[in-house]
């Protein structure tokens, strides 16, 4: 049984060359924990505990007319747990594919709505703007779908939209005093995950087969490599 997580297909998504590197031959870079991130991820999920615990909606909720409140499931803890997830095991083709939510939220109807929390520092926020000039928010859009497609294998209902919480943290505050104070943005996002079965298929198996295949011009390491190996040979 192959076990593959919701950011190993991203990573073939975006380079199918390190894709089987990493996850194949267990060659990959030391990556960096983003700390800070992270610190904003569990703060916010400590507040929607908090309303969780209540079933009261968020103010957030309120602020964007969203009907739904903070999702109360024993499995909730596990779910976000990145080293356990939510998993959806194809006993067919051999996978286990699973992914760790951020948070989960239920409509009066049952209907559920999967979010992911992110946090960045611009000057400016412009989620349309940043849309149109960068390709890594398209990942974001892939991540929610990759999210409701595992829920959905799990016989949930769910919603379509998915959300980013957005923190952006002020940078041009006149004094820090030990406290880094932040704009949240809400962005709603319409998905589509019907592209999910196809490419955990192709996925699984390329890492089957003995292709090796070309690193992407767009993938950072490997065009980093390459003019590595351009200066020093």
């Known amino acids: 049984m192959l076990k593959l997580s919701r950011s190993a297909v991203e990573q073939y998504l975006n380079c199918k060359r390190c894709f089987v590197l990493v996850y194949k031959h267990k060659v990959r870079p030391n990556m960096l924990p983003f700390t800070l991130n992270i610190a904003v991820d569990n703060l916010c999920k400590n507040e929607f505990d908090y309303y969780r615990e209540r079933q009261e909606p968020h103010p957030l909720f309120l602020k964007h007319n969203i009907d739904a409140v903070p999702f109360k499931h024993p499995e909730m803890n596990r779910w976000r747990n990145n080293f356990q997830g939510i998993s959806y095991i194809d006993e067919n083709l051999g996978l286990n594919f699973y ?21 960045t520092a611009k000057k400016v ?40 919480v957005y923190y952006n943290g002020l940078k041009d505050e006149p004094m820090f005093n030990q406290v880094l104070k932040f704009d949240l943005h809400l962005v709603e996002l319409k998905c589509d995950d019907r592209w999910v079965d196809e490419t955990l298929v192709k996925a699984k198996a390329l890492l089957e087969s003995d292709e090796y295949p070309q690193g992407s011009k767009t993938c950072d390491t490997c065009q980093y490599l390459k003019k590595r190996w351009e200066v020093t040979n």
């Open 99 to 119: 992914g760790a939510v951020d948070d989960v939220w239920i409509k009066p109807d049952g209907e559920l709505i999967i979010s992911d929390v992110k946090s």
């Open 125 to 164: 926020f412009d989620w349309d703007d940043t849309w149109s000039r960068y390709e890594y928010p398209k990942g974001y859009r892939r991540q929610l779908e990759m999210y409701q497609w595992i829920f959905r294998k799990n016989g949930f209902n769910v919603s379509d939209t998915g959300y980013l």
